[in-house]
């Protein structure tokens, strides 16, 4: 299963899907090149135990009605759970992408693993707020190293289709997010917090495949380092890259604030404006997922086709309508509203991911980790933010207040667009 074709060589197998990444314009698709090869099995492998990864992530989340329950917390104690598990995560990725850079780590994936693992234990097992939050820190550290090192796994399987490979990657973490919810409500729920317990048993499958992961990975980069590097003829300048990440950690900002207004709140919002039992607002819950997994598909590949550009400028200011208007919906809007914006608003994250790894080539782990490190940095602490606001005002407030977020899309308009867009895949 590591080499992904029973029987064959190892190191002819390495020789097919290894060659030199063309580089062309940030935003741009790389033309199709001979020889060039995508390796699915290993891009299937990768995606499956981002499904386990973010599964058991979005486990937490989906039990926050049973911890504010069972530990009288507050909407504030709600949020710094979100706050310690994603800002953990997020000040740790970059500078472990940095590190595997330079120094490559190809088990580390299978360690990082094990720290979840961990985690899900001494959450099944906690008694008090404090130990919930070391819990869910554990947690964080093994998203923390998984998700620099396994994007960069993708990139090398990719053959040069980075956006889909970005897209197939992620959209295994966001149909894991999906699941959670339902697990909570149809395993967690009814057996209770010990029950968290049994999720450890998928920690150690995602452990073992990452190993798998690892050795080609291992095998990938020595084939790959007796290939010579090709110099990019259309490289920025160093202050436009410098504004282009600015404006794309702007766009992660307004992206990944709402995101986590419907990931940690939504629930509360429908049970407090429409009456739901917890189990029916979980079961809305993995609607809006489930829809962000289709948006996670379909933004990498578009932006192959048509320039990643677009993408952004189009996933991020395109759900302002809806947005706005979702505050004043009934249930069945609102449940309408919430999957087109989870749809479109996703699939920019491909796109801004790959886009940025074109701005910086050569810096794949350090890139990977500050935006996947963003995405859970600005969650946890717009999670937390959205917490005191909900206490001091409404919960509906709140979503009142995100509705305007999307707006800062309107900067996507000043990212650069060099080239000639590539209509191959």
């Known amino acids: 299963m590591g080499s992904g074709i029973r029987g064959a060589p190892r190191h002819c197998y390495a020789k097919k ?41 979005s486990l937490m989340p989906a039990i926050y009605p049973l911890l504010k329950q069972s530990f009288h917390l507050d909407f504030a104690q709600v949020g710094m759970i ?42 099944s097992m906690a008694g008090s707020f404090p130990f919930i939050l070391l819990a869910v820190a554990m ?95 259309n490289a920025l300048s160093s202050k436009k890259v410098t504004i282009s990440i600015g404006i794309l950690i702007a766009l992660i900002f307004s992206k990944f604030v709402y995101m986590a207004s419907l990931t940690s709140y939504y629930t509360f919002y429908l049970i407090d404006k429409f009456h ?21 598909i379909l933004g990498g590949p578009i932006g192959d086709r048509v ?22 919906a009934n249930l069945f809007w609102t449940t309408v509203f919430s999957a087109i914006i989870g749809m479109v608003l996703s699939s920019a994250f491909p796109a801004i991911v790959v886009y940025a790894q074109e701005l910086l ?13 963003l995405a859970f940095g600005v969650a946890g602490i717009g999670a937390a933010l959205l917490g005191q606001l909900a206490d001091h005002t409404s919960i509906g407030f709140v979503y009142h207040v995100c509705s305007f977020l999307p707006l800062i899309g309107l900067l996507a308009v000043f990212l650069p667009q060099m080239g000639e867009k590539s209509r191959n895949a």
């Open 17 to 57: 899907i290894v060659s030199s990444t063309p580089l062309t314009a940030p935003g741009v698709s790389a033309p199709s090149t001979p020889g060039l090869k995508t390796a699915y099995p290993i891009l299937g492998i990768i995606s499956f135990c981002h499904f386990l990864n973010d599964m058991m992530q």
């Open 276 to 296: 739901l039992p917890v189990k029916s607002a979980q079961l809305y819950l993995f609607v809006f997922l489930g829809a962000v997994a289709v948006g996670t």
């Open 139 to 233: 947690v964080g550290i093994g998203s923390s190293v998984f998700h620099p090192e396994s994007s960069r796994v993708a990139r090398m399987a990719s053959g040069g289709q980075h956006g889909l490979a970005q897209s197939v990657f992620q959209v295994g973490g966001n149909a894991g997010s999906a699941m959670g919810p339902l697990l909570a409500a149809f395993i967690v729920l009814p057996h209770g917090q010990s029950s968290i317990a049994w999720f450890s048993a998928v920690a150690l499958l995602g452990a073992i495949l990452l190993a798998k992961i690892g050795a080609w990975a291992k095998l990938h980069r020595k084939v790959k380092s007796k290939t010579k590097a090709v110099a990019d003829p």
């Open 361 to 373: 080539p050569g810096r794949v782990g350090m890139i990977s980790g500050l935006f996947f490190g």
């Open 82 to 123: 979100t706050f310690t598990n994603q800002v953990l995560a997020s000040l740790l990725q970059p500078l472990i992408g940095s590190y595997t850079d330079k120094h490559p780590q190809p088990y580390s994936l299978s360690a990082g693993m094990g720290f979840t693992l961990i985690g899900l234990v001494m959450l």
């Open 307 to 328: 320039g990643r550009k677009y993408v952004i400028w189009g996933s991020i200011l395109g759900v302002l309508p809806f947005t706005l208007i979702m505050p004043y």
